[in-house]
């Protein structure tokens, strides 16, 4: 029943570590977005993919790296972490069907950079 | 660029009506409102397009004054579950990309 899940929920790395978050959306959209929310609640666009089609890239370091597979997945790799990585991510997606559309958001990915 | 959200934070108690700001530099197509619970995910509440349209949902409601590239969010009458970070996202042009304020913290006591 779940629209957009994460996995895993936690991940608690040390630096320098290549982790990975998977996110899957059921609601047959064709939109997938990352945002990072950092300790100050700021949530921030990292990716966007469209139909499997990255759209959106915002300045974020190349360590980070989007993958598609298909439209309903949406994965982040992140190489080398960094301690200014730690934070909740985000994935969420939605439809770009006429007009704007809302998003839809997962449970949230907090990941912390020792 | 980052729409600003006022206030940062207001506490208020059950019963008793809020309003959340959220203005941009930027000429908008669309805004958005969220709701984000402690530990939780952000929760979709309304979209207003350019047009100045006013939005209800229950007790929450929205405006959005194109000229001024400003939207207001109304909560009338709290309950203890409106508690939560409010946020804005705000669009340009037909873009999907939303550009979120950095929230504004409500808290309703009893």
């Known amino acids: 029943d779940t629209a957009v899940s994460q996995t895993p929920k936690y991940l608690v790395t040390q630096m320098g570590n290549d982790k990975s978050i998977k996110c899957e959306q059921n609601l047959g959209h064709d939109t997938m977005y990352w945002y990072k929310q950092d300790s100050k609640k700021f949530l921030k666009i990292m990716f966007s993919y469209n139909n499997k089609e990255l759209i959106i890239n915002e300045t974020v370091p190349n360590r980070f790296s989007p993958k598609s597979p298909d439209k309903a997945h949406l994965n982040l790799h992140i190489n080398s972490l960094e301690l200014g990585d730690s934070a909740v991510y985000f994935c969420?997606?939605?439809?770009?069907?006429?007009?704007?559309?809302?998003?839809?958001f997962g449970p949230g990915t907090r990941l912390t950079v020792l | 660029q980052q729409p600003v959200q006022s206030p940062q934070a207001v506490i208020l108690r059950e019963g008793e009506d809020a309003v959340i700001n959220c203005s941009s530099s930027?000429?908008?197509?669309?805004v958005h409102w969220y709701r984000q619970k402690h530990g939780e995910a952000p929760v979709f509440l309304m979209i207003l397009l350019k047009g100045g349209e006013q939005k209800g949902h229950e007790k929450i409601s929205a405006s959005f004054n194109e000229k001024k590239q400003q939207s207001s969010l109304y909560l009338t009458a709290s309950q203890l579950s409106y508690s939560g970070t409010y946020f804005c996202?705000?669009?340009?042009?037909?873009?999907?990309?939303?550009?979120f304020g950095s929230g504004t913290q409500l808290t309703v006591l009893p």
């Open positions: 996202g705000t669009a340009s042009g037909s873009a999907r990309q939303l550009t």
């Open positions: 969420a997606s939605s439809n770009t069907g006429v007009g704007p559309n809302e998003q839809f």
């Open positions: 930027k000429a908008l197509y669309s």
